[in-house]
């Protein structure tokens, strides 16, 4: 009796509810009563601890299963959402419950309850929701919003909308209790359907975990598609192949890694970099001719680190130094990103026969004006969110080769310019020196924080990160800690193994990520690989002066351009 008392108090103690009865609770009738008639209850599955759940290749978008599970709910609903369309969402409701709530977003134009992203939070305790957006498709295939403007509205925002309220409701429904805390992860689109929800919907997360956001695609995915083009047709002198592009990687890091102070190299002041691409010239003596690039090349390389601008009016971010190892998603290919062409064709034109070809700086302006799907995840004022509470950590890999980097400091400084200062009260942005498109790395970059898609990109059986699972190093861990003990995030450790995909290859670095305009500083003496050998900071601009070589003309431009966009809103 004092023995089950004490193991229930110490449970209630970390946040662990006692558990519901799975046998009895995880049926159909425990969530019909509380659906609306829109709702339609798919499939109710018990799912034993250490098994696998999915729906294996018949879902195009996340066919991998995750792995080795805790005891578990496993509810798929189907919603109507129009009276053309419908979208299904998955939700993992774990025995162990500790009392809170999870979204997690998906990714591109990916259709697909996202299963293997759900897998971590439920693992953490949380009961844990995907919507496949409305539709079925892989990453890069849009044909499904053709003549569909209500597929779009569910892509957009709807479906992840209606899946926040309605797993509430199921949530309170299967364990009698309390719906708890409300919590969101994404990355990518997974981003902008987080941010879009935050403000559309203000009382829908208590905490939001929000990567690389894709957050406005009539820019952004235009952008893309303007890029590709800017290095087309692949038989022009201006074009440079994919293996060139590559190549470029490897200059660049020589020339600025060492800018940050510490030749490791990562390049983390990417801001601080201006390439110098004549060092590799074709004209240059003893340039690997194939590894150089030509004047009307190196053009197209620097199109590619420029802003973007349409009429004269900032459209887009270019692309971080850095960023080279992965460019080839937008760069050197005969034919430019598929994001960019496919939100043309069947957002913006509704016509499969259009081509890419045609494409002009006039079409950014009319998808942007026509919005199609609302999805722009573009207002600034977030004072409904914050005033109940809400917490925001945003992040981004400045060697993001898909979605430029720059893109998420252009929404930080308008949510800063909106909200009369830094809003880091309840929002703060951390850059992730090295890190790729939401996961992994080229230079040996601590990546690895617990955030979406990160788990999968390590295995199907991983969750936190693999050895540190803690608010010091797990970011989801971290947000509740801010929400719910009022403890700022003013640091995250990053980690990376000696395969950067593989936790069981021996760990290779960790090093903090730190709050925007804060970056980590190197304490001159430990071992650079340790992340209490570093700490987060206002770099000094004297002391850069004394111990670092920048280039001082880079800086002044790009706090011109800086200034410039804060005062440019569209
Ligand atoms: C994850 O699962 C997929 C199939 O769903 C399999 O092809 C892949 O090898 C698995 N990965 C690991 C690391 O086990
Ligand atoms: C995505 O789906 C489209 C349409 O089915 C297909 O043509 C394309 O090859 C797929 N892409 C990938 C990377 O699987
Ligand atoms: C790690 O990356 C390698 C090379 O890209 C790939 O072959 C392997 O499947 C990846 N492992 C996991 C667990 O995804
Ligand atoms: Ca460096």
Known sequence: MIKSLCVTVSLLAV??????????????????????????????D?????????????NVAYPRHPTDLPEL????????????????????????????????????????INWLDMAPGAKHGFATASTDTGHSSNATDASWALNDEESRIDWGWRA??????????LVEAYYSDAPGFSYYSGCSTGGRQGLRELQGFPDSFDGAIIGAAA???????????????????????KHIDIDKVKAIAGEVVKQCDGLDGVEDGIISSPELCDVDLEAISCDKDGVDPAKCLTEPQMDTVRKAYEDFYVDGKFSWSGFNPGSEAQLPLVLGADIPSGYGIQFQTYFVHNDPKWSWRDFNNGMITTAVAKNPGK?????????????????????????????????????YNRVSDAMGGPPTDFFRYFPVPGMQHCWTTAVDAPWHFGAPFQAGAIGNDTWSVPGFNDAKH????????WVEEGKPVDSLIATTWKVANDSDSGLLRQRPL??????????????????????????????????VSRRPAAVIVSLCAAIAISFLAF
Request: net charge negative; charged share 25%.
């Open 375 to 411: 999805t722009r995840a573009d207002r600034y004022n977030l004072a409904d969110f914050k005033s109940r509470g809400g917490k925001i950590i945003m992040y981004h890999g400045t060697a993001d080769g898909l979605v430029p980097t720059r893109g998420s400091e252009v929404y």
């Open 474 to 481: 797990d970011v989801l861990l971290a947000l509740v800690d």
């Open 160 to 169: 992840l909308h209606g899946t926040v309220g309605r797993s509430k409701e």
């Open 514 to 547: 730190c709050p925007h305009p804060e970056k980590a500083i190197y304490d001159g003496k430990g071992d650079v690989n340790k992340a209490e050998s570093w700490a987060c900071g206002i770099v000094n601009a004297e002391e850069e002066d004394d111990g």
């Open 215 to 237: 957050w406005n695609p009539p820019q952004l995915n235009s952008y893309l598609l303007q890029l590709g083009l800017s290095n087309l047709p692949a038989d022009d002198p």
């Open 73 to 112: 709910c496993a509810v798929t609903v189907k919603v109507e959402s129009s009276a053309t369309t419908s979208y299904r969402f998955g939700l993992f409701l774990p025995t162990e419950w500790n009392s809170k709530r999870l979204t997690v977003g998906n990714g591109g134009f990916a259709g697909g």
């Open 46 to 58: 018990v799912v034993n601890k250490g098994d696998e759940y999915g729906e294996g290749k018949s």
């Open 15 to 44: 946040g662990i509810q006692a558990a519901v009865d799975i046998q009895k609770a995880c049926q159909k009738s425990t969530f019909e009563s509380v659906l609306d008639d829109k709702s339609t209850i798919e499939r109710v």
